[in-house]
Protein backbone atom coordinates (compact mmCIF):
# COMPACT_ATOMS: atom_id res chain seq x y z
CA UNK A 1 0.00 0.00 0.00
CA UNK A 2 1.17 3.63 -1.02
CA UNK A 3 0.00 4.92 2.87
CA UNK A 4 3.06 2.23 4.17
CA UNK A 5 5.55 4.55 1.95
CA UNK A 6 4.58 7.95 3.50
CA UNK A 7 6.77 9.06 6.34
CA UNK A 8 5.51 8.85 9.90
CA UNK A 9 5.88 12.47 10.73
CA UNK A 10 3.79 13.65 8.07
CA UNK A 11 1.23 10.96 8.71
CA UNK A 12 0.93 13.41 12.12
CA UNK A 13 0.22 16.82 9.99
CA UNK A 14 -3.13 18.23 10.41
CA UNK A 15 -3.73 20.78 7.01
CA UNK A 16 -2.81 24.47 8.12
CA UNK A 17 -5.59 26.66 8.91
CA UNK A 18 -4.83 30.16 7.28
CA UNK A 19 -6.68 33.78 8.09
CA UNK A 20 -9.91 33.80 6.17
CA UNK A 21 -10.15 35.34 2.94
CA UNK A 22 -13.15 37.68 1.83
CA UNK A 23 -14.04 35.51 -0.63
CA UNK A 24 -14.52 32.51 1.50
CA UNK A 25 -16.54 34.81 4.15
CA UNK A 26 -18.68 36.54 1.14
CA UNK A 27 -19.89 33.16 0.20
CA UNK A 28 -20.33 31.42 3.35
CA UNK A 29 -22.27 34.69 5.09
CA UNK A 30 -24.06 35.71 1.85
CA UNK A 31 -22.09 39.18 2.12
CA UNK A 32 -21.21 41.71 -0.64
CA UNK A 33 -17.11 40.90 -0.47
CA UNK A 34 -16.87 44.89 -0.99
CA UNK A 35 -17.70 45.70 2.94
CA UNK A 36 -15.87 43.10 4.36
CA UNK A 37 -13.21 43.96 6.76
CA UNK A 38 -10.10 41.86 6.80
CA UNK A 39 -8.59 42.28 10.16
CA UNK A 40 -6.88 38.98 10.62
CA UNK A 41 -4.10 38.17 8.52
CA UNK A 42 -1.73 41.48 9.37
CA UNK A 43 -1.67 42.92 5.77
CA UNK A 44 -1.39 46.29 4.51
CA UNK A 45 -4.89 47.81 4.51
CA UNK A 46 -3.99 50.07 1.95
CA UNK A 47 -2.59 48.01 -0.15
CA UNK A 48 0.80 47.77 -2.41
CA UNK A 49 2.62 50.56 -4.01
CA UNK A 50 0.95 51.96 -7.32
CA UNK A 51 4.17 52.28 -8.88
CA UNK A 52 3.89 48.19 -9.39
CA UNK A 53 1.27 47.76 -12.26
CA UNK A 54 3.32 49.91 -14.96
CA UNK A 55 6.41 47.69 -14.05
CA UNK A 56 4.31 44.54 -14.19
CA UNK A 57 3.38 45.53 -17.78
CA UNK A 58 6.81 46.24 -18.93
CA UNK A 59 7.91 42.61 -18.05
CA UNK A 60 4.86 40.76 -19.15
CA UNK A 61 6.85 40.05 -22.24
CA UNK A 62 9.18 38.39 -20.29
CA UNK A 63 7.16 35.86 -18.42
CA UNK A 64 7.81 33.12 -20.94
CA UNK A 65 11.61 33.33 -20.02
CA UNK A 66 12.97 32.04 -16.53
CA UNK A 67 13.53 34.99 -13.88
CA UNK A 68 17.26 35.82 -12.78
CA UNK A 69 17.63 33.49 -9.50
CA UNK A 70 17.93 37.18 -7.81
CA UNK A 71 18.12 40.28 -9.42
CA UNK A 72 21.14 42.52 -8.64
CA UNK A 73 19.14 45.50 -8.57
CA UNK A 74 16.91 43.99 -5.76
CA UNK A 75 19.55 42.94 -3.96
CA UNK A 76 21.19 45.83 -3.63
CA UNK A 77 17.45 47.38 -2.88
CA UNK A 78 17.32 45.41 -0.16
CA UNK A 79 20.66 46.02 1.06
CA UNK A 80 20.33 49.47 1.28
CA UNK A 81 16.49 49.20 3.22
CA UNK A 82 17.97 46.84 5.48
CA UNK A 83 21.09 48.56 6.37
CA UNK A 84 23.37 45.73 5.83
CA UNK A 85 25.98 44.27 3.10
CA UNK A 86 24.44 42.28 0.27
CA UNK A 87 26.61 39.00 0.71
CA UNK A 88 24.68 39.19 4.05
CA UNK A 89 21.44 38.70 2.38
CA UNK A 90 19.15 36.00 1.17
CA UNK A 91 16.11 35.75 -0.36
CA UNK A 92 13.39 33.97 -0.01
CA UNK A 93 10.31 33.19 -2.97
CA UNK A 94 7.69 31.79 -0.68
CA UNK A 95 8.25 34.57 1.81
CA UNK A 96 10.06 34.58 5.11
CA UNK A 97 8.68 30.93 5.05
CA UNK A 98 11.10 29.82 2.50
CA UNK A 99 13.97 31.17 5.11
CA UNK A 100 12.70 29.03 7.80
CA UNK A 101 12.33 26.10 5.89
CA UNK A 102 16.41 26.70 4.37
CA UNK A 103 17.37 27.39 8.09
CA UNK A 104 15.96 23.94 9.03
CA UNK A 105 17.34 22.44 5.70
CA UNK A 106 20.88 23.06 6.25
CA UNK A 107 21.07 22.71 10.37
CA UNK A 108 18.83 20.10 11.24
CA UNK A 109 19.41 16.10 11.34
CA UNK A 110 16.71 13.67 12.79
CA UNK A 111 16.67 13.71 16.54
CA UNK A 112 18.32 17.37 16.42
CA UNK A 113 16.51 20.12 18.74
CA UNK A 114 14.99 23.39 18.44
CA UNK A 115 13.59 25.83 20.95
CA UNK A 116 10.55 27.42 20.70
CA UNK A 117 8.81 29.82 22.54
CA UNK A 118 4.75 29.92 22.83
CA UNK A 119 2.46 31.65 21.69
CA UNK A 120 4.05 32.46 18.81
CA UNK A 121 4.29 32.02 14.66
CA UNK A 122 3.03 28.35 13.96
CA UNK A 123 5.52 28.37 10.80
CA UNK A 124 8.69 27.57 13.03
CA UNK A 125 6.95 24.06 14.58
CA UNK A 126 5.49 22.66 11.42
CA UNK A 127 8.99 23.40 9.31
CA UNK A 128 10.86 22.10 12.38
CA UNK A 129 9.23 19.06 12.77
CA UNK A 130 9.01 17.89 8.57
CA UNK A 131 12.67 18.10 9.04
CA UNK A 132 12.78 15.81 11.66
CA UNK A 133 13.40 18.12 14.72
CA UNK A 134 12.02 17.32 18.45
CA UNK A 135 10.42 20.75 19.51
CA UNK A 136 11.81 21.95 23.23
CA UNK A 137 8.34 24.15 24.38
CA UNK A 138 9.90 27.66 25.95
CA UNK A 139 6.84 30.58 26.65
CA UNK A 140 6.09 33.83 26.72
CA UNK A 141 4.18 33.87 29.72
CA UNK A 142 0.52 34.96 30.34
CA UNK A 143 0.67 35.69 33.82
CA UNK A 144 3.30 38.45 33.09
CA UNK A 145 2.16 40.28 29.81
CA UNK A 146 3.35 37.58 27.55
CA UNK A 147 7.05 38.91 28.62
CA UNK A 148 9.36 36.23 27.25
CA UNK A 149 10.49 33.78 30.07
CA UNK A 150 14.16 34.05 29.47
CA UNK A 151 15.09 30.91 31.92
CA UNK A 152 12.19 28.80 29.96
CA UNK A 153 14.37 29.17 27.10
CA UNK A 154 17.78 28.65 28.55
CA UNK A 155 17.17 25.47 30.78
CA UNK A 156 16.14 23.89 27.65
CA UNK A 157 19.72 24.67 25.74
CA UNK A 158 21.53 20.67 25.40
CA UNK A 159 24.68 19.85 23.06
CA UNK A 160 21.54 18.55 20.60
CA UNK A 161 20.39 22.45 20.31
CA UNK A 162 20.11 23.68 16.67
CA UNK A 163 17.89 26.33 16.15
CA UNK A 164 16.27 29.01 18.70
CA UNK A 165 13.16 30.79 17.61
CA UNK A 166 12.62 34.48 19.18
CA UNK A 167 9.83 36.12 17.48
CA UNK A 168 10.09 39.98 18.05
CA UNK A 169 7.64 41.66 17.88
CA UNK A 170 6.15 38.47 18.82
CA UNK A 171 2.76 37.29 16.68
CA UNK A 172 0.14 36.67 18.28
CA UNK A 173 1.20 38.89 21.42
CA UNK A 174 2.47 41.93 19.54
CA UNK A 175 5.00 42.85 21.93
CA UNK A 176 8.89 42.93 21.81
CA UNK A 177 11.85 40.86 23.70
CA UNK A 178 14.08 43.16 25.61
CA UNK A 179 17.08 43.30 23.87
CA UNK A 180 19.31 42.26 26.69
CA UNK A 181 17.56 38.73 26.93
CA UNK A 182 17.99 38.42 23.61
CA UNK A 183 21.67 38.97 24.05
CA UNK A 184 21.61 36.76 27.07
CA UNK A 185 20.33 33.85 24.78
CA UNK A 186 22.49 33.97 22.18
CA UNK A 187 25.88 34.64 24.21
CA UNK A 188 24.56 31.46 25.88
CA UNK A 189 25.06 28.80 22.84
CA UNK A 190 26.55 28.21 19.60
CA UNK A 191 23.02 27.27 18.08
CA UNK A 192 21.33 29.42 15.41
CA UNK A 193 19.21 32.21 17.24
CA UNK A 194 16.54 33.12 14.99
CA UNK A 195 14.86 36.64 15.62
CA UNK A 196 11.83 37.23 13.52
CA UNK A 197 11.70 40.95 12.70
CA UNK A 198 8.45 40.34 10.30
CA UNK A 199 6.96 43.81 11.71
CA UNK A 200 9.96 45.35 12.97
CA UNK A 201 9.26 48.26 11.05
CA UNK A 202 6.86 49.20 13.02
CA UNK A 203 8.75 49.20 16.52
CA UNK A 204 10.74 51.50 18.20
CA UNK A 205 14.21 51.85 16.95
CA UNK A 206 16.21 50.45 19.69
CA UNK A 207 14.17 47.05 18.83
CA UNK A 208 15.73 46.73 15.50
CA UNK A 209 18.28 44.39 15.87
CA UNK A 210 18.86 43.20 12.30
CA UNK A 211 22.45 44.39 12.66
CA UNK A 212 22.87 41.99 15.53
CA UNK A 213 23.18 39.48 12.26
CA UNK A 214 26.47 41.02 11.43
CA UNK A 215 27.67 41.08 15.38
CA UNK A 216 27.51 37.53 16.18
CA UNK A 217 28.07 34.66 14.05
CA UNK A 218 24.99 32.41 15.32
CA UNK A 219 22.27 34.99 14.37
CA UNK A 220 19.71 35.05 11.59
CA UNK A 221 17.19 38.19 11.38
CA UNK A 222 14.15 37.23 9.95
CA UNK A 223 12.55 39.93 7.71
CA UNK A 224 9.50 39.97 4.83
CA UNK A 225 7.77 42.21 2.45
CA UNK A 226 4.10 40.55 3.25
CA UNK A 227 3.49 43.14 5.82
CA UNK A 228 4.55 46.76 6.07
CA UNK A 229 5.95 46.61 2.16
CA UNK A 230 2.09 45.38 1.33
CA UNK A 231 3.48 41.99 -1.00
CA UNK A 232 1.77 39.27 1.08
CA UNK A 233 0.58 37.99 -2.41
CA UNK A 234 3.53 38.60 -4.25
CA UNK A 235 5.39 36.29 -1.83
CA UNK A 236 9.43 37.25 -0.63
CA UNK A 237 11.16 37.67 2.08
CA UNK A 238 15.09 37.68 3.66
CA UNK A 239 17.25 36.81 6.09
CA UNK A 240 20.73 38.56 7.38
CA UNK A 241 22.93 36.62 8.84
CA UNK A 242 27.02 35.66 8.47
CA UNK A 243 28.60 35.35 5.26
CA UNK A 244 29.13 31.88 6.12
CA UNK A 245 25.64 30.87 6.97
CA UNK A 246 24.38 32.24 3.90
CA UNK A 247 26.68 30.71 2.25
CA UNK A 248 25.38 27.38 2.99
CA UNK A 249 21.72 28.00 2.23
CA UNK A 250 22.79 29.69 -1.09
CA UNK A 251 23.93 26.46 -2.09
CA UNK A 252 20.84 24.55 -1.39
CA UNK A 253 17.95 27.40 -2.02
CA UNK A 254 15.58 26.58 -5.12
CA UNK A 255 16.88 28.74 -7.86
CA UNK A 256 13.64 29.99 -9.35
CA UNK A 257 11.90 30.15 -6.21
CA UNK A 258 11.43 34.45 -6.81
CA UNK A 259 9.18 34.48 -10.36
CA UNK A 260 9.71 38.06 -12.61
CA UNK A 261 6.79 40.09 -11.53
CA UNK A 262 7.67 39.20 -7.62
CA UNK A 263 11.54 40.62 -8.11
CA UNK A 264 9.88 43.28 -10.51
CA UNK A 265 7.46 43.86 -7.46
CA UNK A 266 9.66 44.22 -4.78
CA UNK A 267 12.14 46.81 -6.74
CA UNK A 268 9.38 49.09 -7.23
CA UNK A 269 8.17 49.08 -3.95
CA UNK A 270 11.60 49.58 -2.43
CA UNK A 271 12.13 52.52 -4.68
CA UNK A 272 8.55 53.93 -3.72
CA UNK A 273 10.07 55.63 -0.48
CA UNK A 274 6.74 57.45 0.36
CA UNK A 275 4.34 54.46 -0.16
CA UNK A 276 6.92 53.14 2.55
CA UNK A 277 6.73 56.32 5.27
CA UNK A 278 2.95 56.80 4.51
CA UNK A 279 1.82 52.88 5.31
CA UNK A 280 4.10 52.92 8.07
CA UNK A 281 3.13 56.56 9.88
CA UNK A 282 -0.93 55.77 8.84
CA UNK A 283 0.08 52.07 10.06
CA UNK A 284 0.77 53.27 13.76
CA UNK A 285 -1.45 56.53 13.77
CA UNK A 286 -4.39 52.93 12.82
CA UNK A 287 -3.01 51.25 15.31
CA UNK A 288 -3.64 54.27 18.22
CA UNK A 289 -7.18 54.15 16.79
CA UNK A 290 -8.07 51.11 17.46
CA UNK A 291 -6.03 50.34 20.57
CA UNK A 292 -7.85 53.63 22.50
CA UNK A 293 -11.19 52.06 20.71
CA UNK A 294 -10.80 48.50 21.90
CA UNK A 295 -9.67 49.75 25.56
CA UNK A 296 -13.02 51.57 26.23
CA UNK A 297 -14.67 48.00 26.12
CA UNK A 298 -14.70 46.42 29.98
CA UNK A 299 -14.88 43.27 28.15
CA UNK A 300 -12.20 42.82 26.45
CA UNK A 301 -8.31 43.42 27.23
CA UNK A 302 -5.99 44.39 24.75
CA UNK A 303 -2.35 43.94 25.12
CA UNK A 304 -0.07 46.57 24.33
CA UNK A 305 1.82 46.38 20.67
CA UNK A 306 5.11 47.39 18.79
CA UNK A 307 3.47 45.67 15.68
CA UNK A 308 0.36 46.50 13.27
CA UNK A 309 -1.74 44.24 15.39
CA UNK A 310 -2.86 43.12 18.84
CA UNK A 311 -3.78 40.67 21.00
CA UNK A 312 -7.28 41.21 22.78
CA UNK A 313 -8.51 38.75 25.86
CA UNK A 314 -12.61 38.56 25.19
CA UNK A 315 -13.95 38.53 29.05
CA UNK A 316 -17.66 38.52 27.84
CA UNK A 317 -18.38 35.09 28.29
CA UNK A 318 -17.83 34.18 24.70
CA UNK A 319 -14.97 31.86 23.70
CA UNK A 320 -12.30 33.27 21.11
CA UNK A 321 -14.51 31.12 18.04
CA UNK A 322 -17.35 32.13 19.14
CA UNK A 323 -16.79 35.79 19.60
CA UNK A 324 -14.95 35.43 16.21
CA UNK A 325 -17.92 34.00 14.44
CA UNK A 326 -20.53 36.69 15.84
CA UNK A 327 -17.66 39.28 13.93
CA UNK A 328 -18.05 37.11 10.89
CA UNK A 329 -21.48 37.49 10.38
CA UNK A 330 -21.29 41.23 10.04
CA UNK A 331 -18.56 40.94 7.71
CA UNK A 332 -15.27 41.36 9.95
CA UNK A 333 -12.64 38.98 9.61
CA UNK A 334 -10.25 38.93 12.76
CA UNK A 335 -7.98 35.86 13.83
CA UNK A 336 -9.28 33.70 16.04
CA UNK A 337 -6.28 32.41 18.18
CA UNK A 338 -7.60 29.19 19.15
CA UNK A 339 -4.82 27.29 17.04
CA UNK A 340 -2.00 28.75 18.50
CA UNK A 341 -0.35 26.72 20.74
CA UNK A 342 -0.01 27.73 24.50
CA UNK A 343 -2.90 30.01 24.60
CA UNK A 344 -6.14 29.73 26.33
CA UNK A 345 -9.43 29.90 23.87
CA UNK A 346 -10.20 33.14 24.99
CA UNK A 347 -7.77 35.46 22.57
CA UNK A 348 -7.96 36.84 19.24
CA UNK A 349 -5.91 39.00 17.25
CA UNK A 350 -6.88 42.25 15.20
CA UNK A 351 -5.19 43.68 12.67
CA UNK A 352 -4.88 47.46 11.66
CA UNK A 353 -7.36 48.35 8.92
CA UNK A 354 -7.53 52.03 6.93
CA UNK A 355 -9.00 54.40 9.12
CA UNK A 356 -12.15 53.87 7.57
CA UNK A 357 -12.59 50.13 8.32
CA UNK A 358 -11.18 50.94 11.82
CA UNK A 359 -14.45 53.08 12.21
CA UNK A 360 -16.94 50.54 11.40
CA UNK A 361 -14.87 47.39 13.23
CA UNK A 362 -15.38 49.46 16.39
CA UNK A 363 -18.91 50.11 15.92
CA UNK A 364 -19.77 46.74 15.21
CA UNK A 365 -17.59 45.48 18.22
CA UNK A 366 -19.85 47.31 20.07
CA UNK A 367 -22.54 45.41 18.94
CA UNK A 368 -21.07 41.96 19.73
CA UNK A 369 -19.94 42.96 22.77
CA UNK A 370 -22.54 44.24 24.34
C1 LIG B 1 3.89 37.11 8.42
C2 LIG B 1 5.01 36.55 9.20
C3 LIG B 1 6.18 36.08 8.61
C4 LIG B 1 6.49 36.10 7.17
O1 LIG B 1 5.58 35.69 6.32
P1 LIG B 1 5.90 35.55 4.77
O2 LIG B 1 4.64 36.00 4.15
O3 LIG B 1 6.22 34.10 4.54
O4 LIG B 1 7.07 36.42 4.43
C5 LIG B 1 7.21 35.64 9.41
N1 LIG B 1 7.09 35.64 10.73
C6 LIG B 1 6.00 36.10 11.34
C7 LIG B 1 5.96 36.14 12.80
C8 LIG B 1 4.91 36.55 10.60
O5 LIG B 1 3.83 36.97 11.24
Redesign the pocket.
Known amino acids: MIDDKIRNVVKEFKAYVPGKSKEEIARKYNLNPETIIKLG??ENPWGCSPMIKDRLLEELPKFSQYPESINPILLQEIADFAKVPKENLIV?G???????DLIMRILIDEGDEVIIPIP??T?YAISAKIHGANIKWAKYDEKNEFKLDVNSVLSQITDKTKVIFL?T???PTGNIIPNEDIKKIIESTDALVMI?H??IEYSRKEYDLTDWALKYDNVLV??????VLGL?GQ???YGVSSTKIIDYMMRIRPAFSLTRATQISAIATLQDKEFIYKSLDDGIRSREMIYEGIKQFKELEVYPTE?NYMLIKVKNGMNSSQFAEELLKKGVIVRDCYSFTGLEPYYVRVSIGTFEENERFLKILKEVVE
Do not use: H, M, W
Open positions: SNGDGADEVITFQCPNNDAYLRTFSKARIGA
